[in-house]
């Protein structure tokens, strides 16, 4: 059994994170000691860092929990935890394209080479949205 203190040093979750997860219904309410301390076993430790990784990948809390709900049920089909990470590829595509977009943006209006703020591409950008060459 594992105090929250080595629960959390060896999950690398810090321990108000561990309490949220509680409170979300992710993390079972931990067995308590005669003093009162929340104890976790080693599956409590599998549980955490489970979640740990899952937010690591950047999945939601609904999808975690989804995701533990299936991890419970072995015999089911893959095909929704495949779905779910689907997803969530598609969704870092986006944002992968969004920050290309950003980055391309950034370039130009860093590359100005104006001497006075008075013709500055970054501010003059900044201020008016409309001199941006795409959407970002």
């Known amino acids: 059994m594992f105090s929250i203190g ?13 309490r ?3 409170q979300m219904g992710l993390m079972a309410a931990a067995d308590r000691s005669e003093g009162n301390q929340r104890r976790y076993s080693k599956d409590g430790l599998k549980r955490l860092s ?9 999945f939601s809390i609904d999808d975690i929990r989804g995701l ?3 991890s419970q049920h072995p015999e089911k089909p893959c095909r929704d935890a495949h779905n779910m990470a689907a997803r969530r590829l598609d969704d870092v ?28 591409a ?15």
């Open 122 to 136: 970054v501010i003059e950008t900044l201020a008016d949205h409309g001199l941006c060459e795409g959407d970002h």
């Open 6 to 18: 080595e629960l959390s040093r060896r999950a690398g979750v810090k321990i108000p994170t561990i």
């Open 93 to 120: 595509r986006a944002r992968i394209a969004k920050l290309r977009r950003l980055e391309r943006e950034l370039k130009r209006i860093s590359g100005c080479d104006a001497d006075t703020i008075a013709h500055c």
């Open 68 to 70: 533990l709900e299936l």
């Open 50 to 58: 489970f979640i740990r990784h899952s937010r690591e990948l950047g």
């Open 20 to 22: 949220y997860y509680e």
